[in-house]
């Protein structure tokens, strides 16, 4: 059965605000980044930072893959590849689509037909010449892999205003894809789209600006909220916590969520003193 959309989100604007001092609750605190796919952007908007291909949005930042979206897939017998810098490979983009994450759309030009959702590899050249310090361990480099050691091994740290770095919805996307959208808490696993923004990334030392990869863990919004047991106690990401635990009790209860019972248990003595 196809849903109807909600005619107005209560948990934005100024209804958000008189449900929250009403309740005495806040629905904002615990929020996922969201990457929207970005393709089809023209040679012009990118600039090229330390050989790298870059992209940048209402102050976020995007690491750029390129790629040729029409290839003769038959004659080849493969995929194209994708490129991070500018390499021997093609010296200069302005050939290319960019993207800034996988999967994408191919046209196979010699079978006549759109590959739709493929899951590009990284050009040897750009491997070999460009990251031999890291990449030499691995035969194929997924696109989640480019991003987390660019952010790495960035030079420049440029911060939002909520002390994040301006490439952490991408970074963010990509650590959780690696992880295969699973809690590494509870083990529960929120691959489906609608899932995905109940999985968040947490840094372990707390500084949101170390983007090393050993200080990411892929929480669920529960075992992330009590990481902050301080802000669920002032009832903070409450109505985003609610919303989840009533989705995935069972599965939270099959997984023995060390923090199921202890929610509840908050959320009820809340509600007695409402």
Not at 136 to 158: H, M, P, T
Not at 165 to 172: E, F, H, N, V, Y
Request: hydrophobic share 35%; aromatic share 14%; net charge positive.
């Amino acid at each position: 059965m196809k849903m109807n959309k909600p005619i107005h989100d209560y948990t934005k604007g100024s209804t958000a605000k008189f449900l929250e001092d009403l309740l005495g609750i806040e629905f904002s605190v615990f929020s996922t980044a969201q990457l929207e796919f970005i393709k089809d952007v023209p040679f012009s908007e990118i600039k090229m930072i330390d050989g790298y291909a870059i992209y940048t949005d209402n102050g976020d930042e995007y690491l750029m893959f390129a790629y040729l979206s029409k290839y003769k897939t038959k004659r080849w017998g493969s995929l194209p590849k994708f490129h991070t810098v500018e390499c021997k490979t093609k010296l200069g983009f302005s050939n290319f689509s960019f993207s800034n994450k996988m999967p994408v759309d191919i046209y196979s030009k010699d079978e006549q037909k759109l590959l739709k959702d493929q899951y590009l590899r990284m050009c040897g050249n750009c491997k070999h010449e460009h990251m031999k310090s890291f990449w030499g361990r691995f035969s194929n480099i997924e696109w989640y892999d480019a991003v987390l050691e660019y952010a790495r091994n960035r030079k420049i740290i440029v911060k939002r205003t909520d002390e994040y770095t301006a490439q952490w919805k991408q970074i963010s996307t990509a650590y959780r894809e690696k992880k295969g959208w699973q809690c590494e808490g509870c083990l529960i696993l929120l691959k489906n789209l609608p899932d995905r923004k109940f999985l968040h990334v947490h840094h372990r030392n707390g500084k949101k600006s170390d983007n090393r990869e050993e200080n990411f863990q892929s929480l669920c919004i529960l075992c992330h909220a009590f990481e902050h047991l301080d802000k669920v106690k002032q009832r903070k990401g409450f109505i985003q916590l609610d919303e989840f635990v009533s989705l995935k009790y069972e599965e939270l209860k099959r997984l023995k969520n060390k923090y199921l019972n202890e929610w509840l248990t908050i959320k009820n003595d809340y509600f007695r003193n409402v």
